[in-house]
């Protein structure tokens, strides 16, 4: 099963993220726009794994969240990978506790790495995808469009982290729960 481990967001955090997709779609860019049911945060892409796999990436993942407290992040700016040059990929930042969520992340990938996935080359960049770009050349007012945008600064609260299932299909692909992992810090 192709697998990924994220932070599951909020309906009104969801909410947000859809008007300013609307916001976009105005540009006439040729984009393929994430499904709202879809938005979260990519913490760790597996690729495909064997179901029997799972259960040792859950435990590790439960290992690694007793040393986190729940956190803040709060939606800022919309961007684009690549930043210059022609965009793939639309999405929005975040800011607030970001050290905590980037120590998660690395301790994640170190723990990870036990049960033999080998951490991500690319430094983290945490994001919101909101959309892939499918038309590059139709992408300098998505640009603009994009830069006139304010995005509003709503906070959201990271109290878990979600092991979800993602099957491609052509509109878009579908994720399902696996499992959930709470931030309880158990440290004295």
């Known amino acids: 099963m192709r697998c990924f481990l994220a932070v599951a967001l909020p309906e ?13 779609r105005a540009a006439g860019a040729g984009v393929r726009w994430v499904r709202p049911e879809g938005f979260h945060l990519t ?12 259960p040792s990436l859950v435990q590790a993942a439960e290992q690694t969240a ?14 684009f990978f690549p930043e210059k040059g022609t965009p793939r990929v639309v999405w929005v930042g975040l800011s607030g506790e970001l050290e905590t969520l980037k120590e998660l992340h690395r301790r994640l990938e170190k723990a990870f790495k036990k049960t033999g996935f080998p951490p991500e080359k690319r430094p983290f960049h945490p994001h919101l995808t909101l959309g892939r770009v499918k038309e590059p050349q139709s992408t300098e007012a998505l640009r603009r469009r994009a830069a006139e945008l304010s995005v509003p600064g709503k906070s959201f609260r990271v109290e878990g982290l979600t092991f979800y299932r993602s099957k491609l299909r ?6 399902t729960a696996l499992a959930t992992v709470e931030l309880v810090c158990e440290r004295e």
Do not use: M, N, V
């Open 12 to 24: 009104e955090i969801k909410e947000i993220l859809r008007g300013l997709q609307e916001e976009l």
């Open 43 to 54: 913490l760790k892409f597996f690729g495909e794994i064997p179901e029997k796999k799972l």
């Open 66 to 79: 007793r040393d986190f407290e729940p956190f803040e992040l709060t939606l800022s700016e919309i961007g």
């Open 170 to 175: 052509p509109d878009g692909a579908l994720y």
